[in-house]
């Protein structure tokens, strides 16, 4: 009798961490889609600022270091009228840790100059976002 309720004592405490395991690692996963999707919707958000040519709304996704030393007039000044962004959109985010996570970016980019046509042509971003302060920004390499 007491070897049976020692067997059922260890199967139920097994069992219980079997579940309180599975919680966490559901916890983890669920941390890290809200992590990827709070940088998708940033990244997006960011997008549509450029495509709109609103440089000064998208300079606000920069990260703090770079806003300290880039106005955001010059920000913007870099910006040409060479082509124009007719669509960007995010495809994916993958987070490699807990401050650092790349976006996949699609573009249609018409380009406005002899040659190209009027048809937008496809590129590919990849962006690089770092969680500063407790913000996701947009990290921007030059």
Known sequence: MK???AQA???TAFLGMAAALTGCASGVASMAADKEQIVEQRAQER???LKGKNYNEAY???TPSYRSVVSAESYGNQFGNGA???DAMVKSVKCESEERCTVNVELKVLVVARGFGSKP???NLVETWLKEDGQWWF???D
């Open 9 to 11: 004592l260890v199967s």
């Open 121 to 123: 042509l496809p590129a």
């Open 60 to 62: 606000a996704y920069l």
């Open 47 to 49: 997008l549509n600022h």
């Open 139 to 141: 990290y921007q390499k």
């Open 84 to 86: 124009t962004w007719v």
């Open 3 to 5: 070897k049976a309720f």
